[in-house]
């Protein structure tokens, strides 16, 4: 491909990954993948249409928004058998995250009352979950050092008063909404992202 400084489609640029030894990982942007983020009619074309097939519904997506340029990770052709282009929740255990989702109308009430959250992006989203409140809340005091999702699961616990079981599907949910919208970064546990900022707590309004 550098060679020639062709255009190429994806399926070709697989084939000629491979001839070099390399298969296809992700984009170096996830939120690109995923094609909720293009709008409903290229979601469902891609739900009727690709088959489920990542390489077709990767090609789709470059002709939908006319995609010139990629950002492309590659891996070793032995790992990409094991490889899942799905996102699992089982797989949050070994990562550790960092957002700043801001509320615009606070301070945050501890209560159901809808609040309004500013994404890194500048667009905003509504929230009445009290512990997805904290959960921004936190993600954004921590910033820019990361957490994992056990220390996010564990600090809503003890601010809320609520078992940790109560509260890890709904951080899964908002973890999942932040790397799917690109609000998140992610990484792999190191030294210089396993330490916590000092913590400050009682930063809510409690209502009720």
């Keep these: 491909m550098i060679e020639a400084r062709a255009m190429v489609d994806f399926t070709d640029m697989l084939q000629r990954a491979g001839?070099?030894?390399v298969a296809f990982l992700a984009?170096?942007?996830?939120?690109?993948?995923?094609?909720?983020?293009?709008?409903?009619?290229?979601?469902?074309?891609v739900t009727q249409q690709c088959g489920g097939s990542h390489p077709v519904i990767e090609q789709y997506l470059d002709f939908a928004v006319d995609r010139a340029f990629r950002q492309t990770l590659y891996v070793h052709p032995d790992r990409a058998a094991a490889l899942s282009h799905t996102l699992d929740h089982r797989n949050f255990d070994g990562m550790h995250f960092a957002a700043e989702i801001l509320v615009v109308d606070g301070p945050t009430k501890l209560d159901h009352s809808a609040q309004n959250y500013q994404l890194s992006s500048g667009a905003t989203v509504s929230i009445d979950d009290p512990a997805l409140k904290v959960a921004c809340d936190t993600l954004t005091w921590q910033s820019p050092w990361t957490l994992s999702r056990e220390q996010l699961v564990n600090l809503?616990?003890?601010?809320?008063?609520?078992?940790?079981?109560?509260v890890s599907e709904r951080i899964d949910?908002?973890?999942?909404?932040?790397?799917?919208?690109?609000?998140?970064?992610?990484?792999?546990?190191?030294?210089?992202t396993c330490g916590m900022r000092p913590w400050r707590s009682a930063r809510w309004t409690r209502t009720g």
């Design 19 to 21: 001839a070099h030894g």
């Design 27 to 45: 984009e170096a942007q996830p939120e690109l993948m995923f094609p909720a983020n293009y709008g409903a009619t290229v979601a469902e074309h």
């Design 156 to 166: 809503l616990s003890s601010e809320l008063g609520s078992p940790p079981d109560e």
């Design 173 to 192: 949910q908002l973890l999942e909404f932040l790397i799917v919208n690109g609000q998140a970064l992610v990484t792999t546990p190191t030294r210089s």
